[in-house]
T-cell receptor, first 114, second 116 residues
Framework: DTAVSQTPKYLVTQMGNDKSIKCEQNLGHDTMYWYKQDSKKFLKIMFSYNNKELIINETVPNRFSPKSPDKAHLNLHINSLELGDSAVYFCASSQADRTNYGYTFGSGTRLTVV | AQSVSQHNHHVILSEAASLELGCNYS??????LFWYVQYPGQHLQLLLK??????LVKGIKGFEAEFIKSKFSFNLRKPSVQWSDTAEYFCAVMGALYNQGGKLIFGQGTELSVKP
């Protein structure tokens, strides 16, 4: 069973469209994250949620809106897509108690905006 | 400012050579440190982590790292690399306090190419 699963794996869309990426984890973790990896492979956190509550919201355009319906799911909705949004988006989850470390990444969603 | 710096952008080695990838961090407070590996087209996998205790940490696939607090460094080593170690390697730091939200700050990555 996949621990952190993201869909879709690839997403090609036109500028101006609205799209969503879904993430689910079956590890029972309390915290979920979205990270963005740019074309130079630099990884940066966008959001984190703990038990459906937004904890971290980095400097991300308002066009990006995360939604966590329950602690096993964290979706990312992007409005009015721009060329610069092209990247690989990774979902991750972790235990709040980091003495029992379980920070796990999904396989990524490669978003291409044309 | 919180940041992680990896010394090498691209390292090319022959099989059986020894590897050392440098990582320095800047962070106010107690930290947890990590090395992740990303094989081509795949997600990040944890190689090893340091939370506390012995500063020499052993991870999977024969990798180890040493935390030197006075130098703010967490260098990754492997005595003998294999072709299958070809990948991108990321050093990362996290604040050790629970209320810091579990945010990982990554270095820019080091691409390792191992020639057969």
């Amino acid at each position: 069973d996949t621990a952190v699963s993201q869909t879709p794996k690839y997403l090609v869309t036109q500028m101006g469209n609205d799209k969503s990426i879904k993430c689910e984890q079956n590890l029972g973790h309390d915290t979920m994250y979205w990270y963005k990896q740019d074309s130079k492979k630099f990884l940066k956190i966008m959001f984190s949620y703990n038990n459906k509550e937004l904890i971290i919201n980095e400097t991300v355009p308002n066009r990006f809106s995360p939604k966590s319906p329950d602690k096993a799911h964290l979706n990312l909705h992007i409005n009015s897509l721009e060329l610069g949004d092209s990247a690989v988006y990774f979902c991750a989850s972790s235990q709040a108690d980091r003495t029992n470390y379980g920070y796990t990444f999904g396989s990524g969603t490669r978003l291409t905006v044309v | 400012a919180q940041s992680v710096s990896q010394h090498n952008h691209h390292v090319i080695l022959s099989e059986a050579a020894s590897l050392e990838l440098g990582c320095n961090y800047s962070y106010g407070g107690t930290v947890n440190l990590f090395w992740y590996v990303q094989y081509p087209g795949q997600h990040l996998q944890l190689l090893l982590k340091y939370f506390s205790g012995d500063p020499l940490v052993k991870g999977i696939k024969g990798f180890e790292a040493e935390f030197i607090k006075s130098k703010f460094s967490f260098n990754l080593r492997k005595p003998s690399v294999q072709w299958s170690d070809t990948a991108e390697y990321f050093c990362a730091v996290m604040g050790a306090l629970y209320n810091q939200g579990g945010k990982l700050i990554f270095g820019q990555g080091t691409e390792l190419s191992v020639k057969p």
